[in-house]
């Protein structure tokens, strides 16, 4: 009689976390290139429109979704980089957990140095 598995896959390390903030990240950049096709496409429709949607980009709380969307492309583009790695180097399935943590390193001081200039265009400081 076989034994029954008592473990699981997803054992919660870096490696299954980075692999599901990739997804969602990526999910979530196509939906904001989406929009963004669809609402400059409409300045050929109807210039006021365009004009109205533009500027309600223009407010607090879409200021600060932009620092969502930088946070998701900065962290899908570096982990991205930390995948290519990890597939392409020889040493790179060995070092994955280093190399995760490197990406994090990079990709906290990208928001370090986006995140007060982003606040300050937002709120006029």
Request: a positive charge; proline letters at 3%.
């Amino acid at each position: 009689m076989a034994k029954a598995s008592t473990g699981t896959l997803y054992r919660g390390n870096e490696g299954m976390w980075s692999w599901v903030a990739h997804r969602v990240t990526g999910v979530a950049i196509f939906f904001f290139l989406l929009v963004h096709v669809l609402d400059t496409a409409l300045v050929r429709v109807s210039p006021e429109a365009y004009n109205a949607v533009i500027a309600s980009y223009k407010t607090p709380l879409m200021g600060i979704g932009e620092i969502g969307l930088v946070a998701a492309i900065a962290y899908h583009a570096f982990n991205g980089l930390r995948v290519v790695a990890v597939d392409f180097w020889k040493g790179g399935p060995k070092n994955q957990r280093k190399l995760f943590w490197g990406a994090m390193i990079v990709w906290l001081v990208v928001m370090i140095g986006f995140v007060p200039r982003q606040l300050m265009h937002i709120f006029g400081g």
